[in-house]
């Protein structure tokens, strides 16, 4: 985990992307007109259902609730199930709140590597792929009816906690967010349609792969 914020709240909190549009159905999508075409108006939301899983965990935790993006440099993530928690990033601040228990704050100078990601996401939801660029790598693979979006950290900070990130979208719409970290943990998380999805306790990451690549309704 980043130091301050626990781990799994940070890396989520880009989910409230718009609507892709891309034009041929055949063409292989380009990664920069992807990021272009992800652009939203604020304020944007959305809900979740995130599936995490850990070495230390037994079976995968599974959280369902809302993500917020309200511009640049402001994102929240709100868990209702199964605890209630906020995440809130405004400015050069991040804020928990976990139940009734006060907000804990960190400035994120405090840790530069979080600072990076969360203005690569800024930047994503902005649609400013040149942006977005400075603090990724990115590249794009499918076609309009079945896309992947994939950012690498160029930092080596940040590639020392995150290795890779997947955006999945079908037709107009990005249906997954997945998030591989650098000690092998994964989450993923289903949003709009696949957000209501039921999922069985012990779901798999290749049942959810399949969900995300439309294989699997």
């Known amino acids: 985990m980043i130091s301050g914020i626990p781990k799994g709240v940070a890396w989520p909190l880009l989910l409230a992307l718009a609507p892709t549009a891309l034009a041929a159905p055949d063409a292989a999508p380009d990664a920069t007109a992807l990021v272009a075409a992800l652009k939203r108006e604020v304020p944007a939301v959305t809900a979740y259902v995130e599936v995490r899983y850990s070495g230390l965990l037994e079976r995968p935790l599974i959280l369902r609730g809302e993500m917020q993006y309200l511009g640049p440099g402001k994102l929240a993530k709100r868990v209702d199930t199964p605890w209630r928690e906020l995440t809130a990033v405004d400015g050069g601040n991040a ?21 990076r990601f969360l203005r690569g996401f800024s930047a994503l939801l902005g649609g400013d792929a040149a942006a977005l660029a400075r603090d990724f790598s990115l590249s794009a693979s499918g076609n309009a009816a079945q896309w992947q979006l994939r950012l690498e950290p160029r930092d080596a900070r940040l590639a020392r906690r995150v290795q890779w990130l997947r955006v999945d979208g079908s037709g107009s719409e990005p249906t997954c967010f997945r998030t591989r970290e650098a000690d092998g943990d994964e989450s993923v998380l289903l949003v709009g349609a696949l957000a209501a999805t039921p999922l069985a306790p012990r779901v798999t990451l290749g049942q959810l792969d399949a969900l995300c690549r439309g294989l699997k309704r």
């Open 95 to 115: 804020s928990l709140q976990r139940g009734d228990r006060p907000a804990r704050s960190l400035p994120l100078a405090q840790v530069p590597e979080l600072d």
